[in-house]
């Protein structure tokens, strides 16, 4: 199993609705420096067929480059990707299917069933 992770600009976010984000903020997202985007993680199988009763979304994600450093695939793909891609190892589990993993990996049962 492998997984499709995807970006796609998320137009109904903005910092001015947002308590978190300071003036220069809004000003480099004005300025197109930085975006949100909805984070997209399909399961797919060996042959090549995207699972999508398992896809997982987060919205609201920051891409791009703040004011206070930039947000790129490596800092969204090891911390949001890694944990949706998780939570739909879970749900193909919870729809029947088999989800084999080496014995250390963060996919194994006991490291994504509770308390985890």
Known sequence: MDFKVELKRDGAAS???LEDYS???VRAFDGGDWQFVILRVVPVDRDLTDLVSAE???RGVEWGDLPQG???????TDAQAK?????????LRSFGVSVETERDSE???ARSVAPF
């Open 107 to 109: 996919f194994t049962m």
């Open 70 to 76: 930039r947000i790129d695939r490596e800092d969204v």
């Open 56 to 58: 997982r979304f987060a």
């Open 83 to 91: 944990d949706l891609a998780i939570d739909s190892v879970r749900a």
């Open 15 to 17: 910092p001015l609705l």
């Open 23 to 25: 003036e220069e903020d």
